[in-house]
C-alpha cells in the first residue's frame, strides 16, 4: 500500500523487484507479494522483476502473469540466461537481460562474505605487483585476486570499508 501511494505521489511509472537468487522455499510468498504489488498498483503502471541466476532456478510462471518483464542479471548458471527463463515458459517478449554494474569483493579468511566495490576501487587495486587479473570463463566475470601489504597504507573505499593488510577475491563485469 505504501508502495502504491508513493508511486502516485511521485507520479511513477512503474516499480522494479529485486528478488535476486530466489530460494524455492519462498517462491510462493514472493509470487503473493508480486500479486498484490500488482493489485495495488494497477494496469497502467509497470511492474518489473530483477533476478539473478543462478545453479539452481525458481519457477517464476505462478507470478509470471502479473509481471511486465522479468530482468536477468547473468550469474553463473551453466546454460544462457534466456534459455533458462524460455524452458520455464516465461514469453521472450517479457525477457531482459541486464548487466550488474557493481562488483564483489572477499577478503581470505573474513567470515564476512561478500562485500560491494566499484570499478573506481578496482582501478586502484589493480596494480601490476599486487594483482593477479583474469577473466573466468565459467563465471563469464573477471577475477582479480589482489595482494594488500602489510606496510601498505588502508584503503578506504567508496562505501566507507577500509582494505586492510590481506589478500581480496575480487569478481567484476566489464562493458
Same mark, same amino acid.
Given at each position: ?29 514472493? !509470487? ?80 564476512? $562474505? ?16 599486487? !594483482? !593477479? ?26 562505501? $566507507? ?15
Amino acid at each position: 500500500t505504501r508502495l502504491a501511494y508513493f508511486m502516485k505521489q511521485y507520479h511513477l511509472d512503474g516499480v522494479t523487484i529485486d528478488i535476486g537468487d530466489l530460494s524455492k522455499q519462498n517462491i510462493d510468498a514472493v !509470487a503473493e507479494f508480486i500479486r498484490l504489488i500488482r493489485k495495488k498498483v494497477g494496469c497502467n503502471k509497470t511492474v518489473a522483476v530483477t533476478v539473478k541466476t543462478c545453479g539452481h532456478m525458481s519457477d517464476f510462471s505462478g507470478f509470471s502473469h502479473f509481471v511486465d518483464y522479468f530482468v536477468i542479471l547473468p550469474g553463473s548458471a551453466s546454460i544462457p540466461a534466456a534459455d533458462l527463463f524460455l524452458n520455464l515458459k516465461i514469453p521472450k517478449n517479457k525477457i531482459v537481460i541486464g548487466m550488474s554494474l557493481f562488483a564483489r569483493y572477499t577478503k581470505m579468511g573474513d567470515p564476512a $562474505g561478500n562485500m560491494n566495490i566499484t570499478a573506481e576501487d578496482i582501478e586502484t587495486l589493480l596494480q601490476p605487483d599486487t !594483482a !593477479a587479473v583474469r577473466f573466468d570463463p565459467v563465471m563469464m566475470q573477471m577475477n582479480a585476486t589482489v595482494i594488500i601489504r602489510e606496510w601498505d597504507p588502508p584503503l578506504q573505499i567508496c562505501n $566507507g570499508s577500509m582494505l586492510t593488510p590481506g589478500v581480496y577475491d575480487i569478481w567484476y563485469d566489464t562493458p
